[in-house]
């Protein structure tokens, strides 16, 4: 297994990535409610001064001026932080872009609790409920860069609405230069093996925690595997299903509620298709979420690396014992 | 030159009759439909696709031509009576509207021929419009974005985010109708919350204001006319309409917000239409002139 090296924060990829691709591509479009320095593009606005549009603090207005763009042509990636984008602007999302089949990129920055401190009004751990339940909207939730890269790549001429989320903080390279990206399929980034002890499986910036807790397993002796979902909708049900079969426990991991998001997903399709296996979904559970930065939530509710590495313990022991 | 001539004024107000005659038939065939809405904005909507818009079912693919944004969707008889009658469909697939698995849902959506954007949801439409206008200035096209907003819309904070993003990007291509007729569904506009003075407010936000009154045709095509109102600028027509217009027992009743005439409600309409189309038939004075 690699060990981690650091890469960039998500939110630089995605901007750099946006650079690269809008200096050949004059219909690319960023959106932006004050954002633009939030979302670091402040570069790509001097740059590319005629495909910036700026709508002042108003998300409802930053998705409905989008859809008007795109029901014209262009490609237009709305850039705001994901709990007001995502909660505030929802009525547009879903009728102005979903209903109505724009192809708008939302963008959804420092999503999760990547905001920490600042509370739980930036703080957007509903996005995956409520939009799974939007028809005629795809849901992604890179890991790192390699993912925020090719996630960018494939929404620019993606032909129907996406809701890409990243966080703030530098995030660790976990994808290898093997590593092959496709919306709806899951990755596996840790070595294929017969069997193994527990399943982790996680979006988005959880799944380096995951993976540093698989590493600490390994120490114990106990084997896993981290599949990070970077596709939350549409979801690659078959990888799930195999790593369920393939596992004595599993666990999901999401930076996230815990009603209505990833682990729920997966536990209603193991449910329907069958695939019994002892499970734990870890998230931020239904409470007012506690106050500190990003890690410190981690910690407090276990979607840090220790957290997840007691919890398959536990899960593990619980196994014998039954 | 547009021909403004009385014959073509004439044609256009018999077209507003057959309009009517097409929503009453909807509303009653579907039983169910918001009537007085349809009957307050259909004039407005008649002069735009039959005299200002450039909008047909041979160009309704290209991106230069105009483009029609239905805000109010829940007036939706209105718009599939005249897209029905410039040819975007048979008139006959109006039987099917509102009916289980029908295209012709209550709201607009854009399975049916003609229209561009899903609405029915308030205080979307000037958003989705100011997004398209300024993709026409991005790229230099010079066809206008027209939408029509009902008046119990505007407490919609939506609309008022769009108006200050109308005027920051000087979008004179930008052309918004208010069909003013003072009702909503709970009651007077001005009970339910007070928002005029509304030319002040629009002024305030950068509009360029004309009124009108919206069931006058030879008034609404003097006004839309004159469009751009004024260059970098904004366009707002306030057209003062009365909701359920043409049918007397419907005419600013607040429960024909969505009411459904009954067979003998429906005769009587029908009568009161025939009427007016009479009264259209008879020669001018200016054709003994």
Partial sequence: MNNLSTGKANLEIFSSTLMRLAENDPDILVVTSDSRGSGKLTSFGEKYPNQIVEVGIAEQNLVGISAGLAASGKKVFAVSPACFLTSRALEQIKNDVAYSDQPVKIIGISAGVSYGSLGSTHHSLHDFAVLQAINNIDVIAPADNFETAATIEAAVNYPKPIYIRFGKKPVPDLNSNSSKFEIGKAIQITPEQPQYDVAFIATGETVAQAYMACVALKDKGISSCVLSMHSIKPFDDNAVEHAARKSKVMITVEEHSVNGGLGCHIASHLMRTGVFIPMQIVGIPDEHTITGDQLEIFQHYGLDNEGLTRTALDLLSKRSVT | ?289
């Avoid at chain 2, 021909?3 to 005659?21: A, C, H, P, T, V």
């Avoid at chain 2, 818009?53 to 041979?58: C, G, R, V």
């Avoid at chain 2, 006004?223 to 751009?228: C, Y």
């Avoid at chain 2, 109102?229 to 909701?243: D, R, S």
């Fill in chain 2, 1 to 289: 030159m547009k021909n403004n001539s009385q014959d073509k004024i004439r044609m256009l107000e018999k077209k507003s009759i057959l309009y009517r005659r097409m929503i009453l038939k909807m509303v009653v065939t579907a039983n169910v439909g918001h009537t007085g809405g349809s009957l307050s904005c259909v004039d407005i909507l008649n002069v735009l696709y039959n005299h200002i818009m450039d909008i047909t079912p041979a160009n309704f693919h290209e991106i230069n031509r105009d483009h029609y944004i239905h805000s109010k969707g829940h007036s939706v008889e209105a718009l599939y009576a005249v897209l029905a009658e410039r040819g975007f469909y048979e008139l006959s697939e109006l039987d099917f509207v509102e009916k289980f698995g029908s295209k012709f849902i209550g709201h607009p959506s854009k399975i049916v021929p003609g229209v561009e954007q899903n609405t029915g949801a308030l205080g979307h439409g000037l958003s989705v419009a100011a997004g398209m206008a300024i993709a026409a200035k991005m790229d230099g096209r010079n066809n206008r974005i027209f939408t029509i907003m009902g008046d119990g819309e505007l407490t919609e904070g939506s609309i008022w985010e769009a108006c200050a993003c109308a005027s920051h990007y000087h979008l004179d291509n930008l052309v918004a109708a208010i069909d003013r007729n003072y009702l909503q569904i709970s009651g007077k506009t001005e009970d339910v919350m007070e928002m005029e003075p509304l030319e002040e407010k629009f002024s305030a936000f950068g509009f360029t204001i004309q009124h009108v009154d919206g069931h006058s045709i030879q008034d609404l095509i003097k006004v839309f006319d004159g469009l751009p109102f004024e260059k970098g600028k904004p366009n707002l027509v306030i057209a003062h309409t009365v909701k359920g217009k043409g049918i007397s027992y419907i005419e600013n009743k607040i429960d024909w917000h969505h009411h459904v005439p009954s067979e003998e409600e429906y005769r009587q309409a029908i009568l009161e239409l025939d009427e007016a189309e009479e009264i259209l038939e008879k020669p001018c004075v200016h054709e003994y002139e």
